[in-house]
Nanobody
């Protein structure tokens, strides 16, 4: 049974930083691509960042490119999202996701992923 537990969300002022963490269990972590989705009230779900099983060629949505960095620590079964230069429009619930398929690429579908419960990120102006 896959479990994904996010932490690190909170309230921050615009221009500030947060680091999200996601601890995974239930499968061999190093075999699976990991990612972060976010959803704000009234907005479409957005795939923010993803990292392949091998750590190569991370994917970033245009809206966060240059500000967010995704990384993984296979020894700790954990994926991180470092968020810098935060903007009010980054306010959302951020969900960690694990691709259902082994050895996948950095970009994958929400419909073929396991999700965590989410952590709230609020950026004040």
């Amino acid at each position: 049974q896959v479990q994904l537990v996010e932490s690190g969300g909170g309230l921050v002022q615009a221009g500030g930083s947060l680091r999200l963490s996601c601890a995974a269990s239930g499968r061999t972590f190093s075999d699976y691509a990991m990612g972060w989705f976010r959803q704000a009230p009234g907005k479409e779900r957005e795939f923010v960042a993803g990292i392949s099983w091998s750590g190569d060629n991370p994917y970033y949505a245009d809206s966060v490119k240059g500000r967010f960095t995704i990384s993984r620590d296979d020894a700790k079964d954990t994926v991180y999202l470092q968020m810098n230069s935060l903007k009010p429009e980054d306010t959302a619930v951020y969900h960690c996701a694990q691709d259902k398929w082994r050895f996948g690429a950095s970009l994958f579908l929400a419909s073929t992923a396991f999700w965590g419960q989410g952590t709230q990120v609020t950026v004040s102006s």
